[in-house]
């Protein structure tokens, strides 16, 4: 295996030394390599990402579907979308809703579960396990396994409820209920954001604290203004990729509620796939994916702009 | 923020003897009435955080009698066992399994192969467009996959790969964006010298990448790995839009179709997720190190 390997990676080089029968600079062959190395990126990109952007702007302006062919009609999708389709604006409010929701709540026990467990705690190892376990899990398993939880008459959640003496809502079956259903199934996935602020919480410099007690600073004041401007970098990257990330939600709603009830939580992924792949218009569901990266594009440059007034970066100077 | 600490910086602060009275002990006090406090809080979390998982494994060895039932029972009267058993016999879990782990090895051997080799060109190599085609790089791991999929699956279906494994298998091979900029980080710690003594003694480049590079990467490559691996073994978007016969079915979308036929018993479906959800586990108990490495590694859960 080794040399079979060994071979397969110098014969590649081997033809590129002898290109056209005279020697190349050095300087050309590293070049040419470089070119093979990225082969399968560059290809991917320009076929998969690239070509596939084109194409996908393109059929936005398009009626189309796979059997009768297509027919140009210009920002006819765009002007439907925004004016004709109730169900898009739904699901814009719905996909926007939970992001609301879910993200800076993900956020904020993230933060607060990290700071208790930054404490030198005993069995810190088998707390942030247990924390983090949950996160491992995704997709279909998870789903299911908390629609059974969210059941509003078997499930356990309701079944605590009634503890308390409270009788719990219909849950994803209620309209008003469903969608925070999704958001509290989200908290459970909240230890990847937990382990990244722990990651962050021990970079920060222990000199930082010390000087601050010197100079008579409470735990409360040290969490203030160190703990929080240290760790804005790592919040302010971790909104933007949660934000990326709650958008896109699709597997909760199509396993769960399948968009219901009454399209409570028609989320923007689902409506297009039902555009897309199960009515199969391509051009329609092409314009509702231009709009989700638009969204998406739009937030993310809010944050990045906004970050200058919040984020702190060590060794920047201020002004 | 422990005792120790604040003793200790009272010592250093050199504070005049008397105030290590009574102030002291009570502030003593309190630290212990708030790590009793912090101690009750973190517990009472891990609880709340796995009583979903101890409540999927005691729904998946009820009796039906006593699944529909409140308030729940957790412990059951009789162990169902069976409730592993029987749903093999009425769904083919034995071809979702095998689908699952075809997609799951064909994942992470084709990520780490593409993805590396691109990787080591961006961290090693002098070529013209590096900075701009990097940047592309990092672009594509922010674009949504729902804007290409459209073209992606009319391009798979003009191919005739719709309902068979290839879409699933062979764009892997691209390398993907997110490992490639991971890789690529981690090589450029790798030090250069290395290299250099690689080349003087007769190294090529290639050479240097499977001889140098690729063997001091190891924990980043296992990272790589692993979210491939969680990442395959969860995915169910792509498979519910490629696959549409029962014998091309992942295990998500086995558990999925469990899901809407009401028939079927719910603790069936909790045993059946029970069991997909063990080899994910399974890794992330083998591998914690490098899970938690991952994540810290890259910012971004797998």
């Given amino acids: 295996m080794r040399v079979d390997m060994d071979q397969a990676v110098a014969a590649p080089a081997r033809v590129v030394r002898r290109l056209g029968g005279f020697k190349l600079s050095q300087r050309a062959r590293e070049e040419i390599l470089a070119y093979f190395c990225l082969s399968p990126w560059l290809i991917g990109f320009l076929v998969f990402v690239a070509g596939a952007m084109v194409y996908s702007f393109g059929l936005s302006f398009f009626e189309s579907d796979m059997l009768t062919g ?10 439907t979308l925004f004016f004709d389709d109730p169900l898009l604006l739904q699901s814009l409010k719905v996909t926007t809703l939970y992001s609301i929701g879910a993200v ?19 069995a810190q190892g088998v707390f942030r396990t247990m924390y983090y376990m949950p996160s491992v899990v995704s997709g279909v398993a998870v789903a299911i396994l908390w629609s059974w939880m969210f059941n509003p008459d078997f499930g356990l959640i309701n079944a ?76 302010f990257f971790n909104l933007i990729m949660n934000f990326i990330g709650s958008f896109q939600i699709f597997t909760q709603s199509y396993i769960m509620t399948a968009g219901g009830p009454n399209n409570a939580t028609l989320t923007m992924v689902l409506y297009l796939y039902r555009k897309g792949f199960q009515q199969f218009r391509f051009g329609y569901a092409s314009a509702i994916a231009w709009v989700l990266f638009f969204i998406i594009l739009v937030l993310t440059l809010m944050v990045i702009k906004s970050s200058q007034f919040w984020v702190y970066y060590e060794g920047e100077l201020r002004k | 923020m422990n005792v120790r600490d604040l003793l200790g910086r009272n010592r250093a602060a050199d504070l005049p003897r008397q105030e290590l009275g009574i102030t002291q002990l009570l502030l003593l006090l309190e630290r212990g009435v708030a790590r009793v406090l912090l101690y009750l809080i973190v517990a009472a979390g891990a609880i709340f955080f796995s009583i979903p998982f101890a409540w999927m494994l005691s ?68 070529f013209r467009g590096r900075a701009i085609m990097f940047l ?89 790995a692993i979210f491939e691996y969680t990442y395959q073994w969860n995915d169910f978007f792509g498979p519910l839009i490629y696959l549409n016969s029962p014998k091309l ?14 028939e079927i018993q719910v603790s069936h479906t909790m045993a059946m997720t029970v069991i997909s959800i063990i080899p994910v586990l399974a890794l992330f108990f083998l591998a914690q190190q490098r899970f938690i490495q991952g994540i810290v590694l890259t910012g971004i859960k797998g």
């Fill in chain 2, 249 to 262: 079915f992942t295990v998500s979308l086995g558990l999925q179709s469990m899901q809407t036929r009401t």
């Fill in chain 2, 59 to 126: 729904t998946s060895v009820k009796p039906s009698y006593q699944i529909f039932v409140m308030p729940p029972v957790w412990i059951p009267e009789k162990f169902i066992w069976s409730n592993f058993v029987k749903p093999w016999s009425y769904l083919p879990w034995l071809t979702y399994y095998k689908n699952t782990c075809i997609l799951v090895a064909n994942g992470v051997i084709a990520t780490l192969v593409s993805s590396s080799i691109v990787a080591y060109a961006f961290a090693r190599l002098r």
């Fill in chain 1, 104 to 122: 800076p709540l993900n956020t904020a026990l993230a933060l607060l579960v990290a700071l208790m467990l930054n404490q030198r705690i005993r």
């Fill in chain 1, 70 to 79: 297509s027919r140009f009609i210009g920002i006819e999708n765009f002007r």
């Fill in chain 2, 136 to 224: 592309l790089v990092l672009s594509t791991m922010m674009l949504p996959m729902h804007v290409t999929l459209i073209p992606q699956y009319v391009l798979f279906a003009r191919l005739k790969w719709v309902n068979t494994l290839k879409p699933l298998i062979i764009p892997f091979w691209f390398g993907s964006a997110f490992n490639i900029f991971l890789l690529r980080q981690f090589f450029m710690t790798i030090h250069p010298e290395l290299d250099d003594a690689a080349k003087i003694d007769g190294c090529g480049i290639l050479g240097i990448f499977w001889r140098i590079i690729l063997p001091l990467a190891k924990p980043a490559l296992a990272v790589v």
């Fill in chain 1, 160 to 235: 605590g409820f009634s503890i308390i003496g409270i009788r719990g809502p219909r849950w994803t079956w209620s309209e008003t209920w469903a969608l925070p259903a999704f958001v509290i199934m989200s908290l459970w996935g909240v230890g990847g954001n937990m382990l990244l602020y722990l990651a962050g919480l021990q970079g920060i410099p222990t000199p930082l604290y010390e000087a601050a007690r010197i100079d008579g600073a409470n735990a409360f004041r040290c969490f203030l203004h160190i703990t929080i401007p240290m760790m804005t970098p790592t919040i």
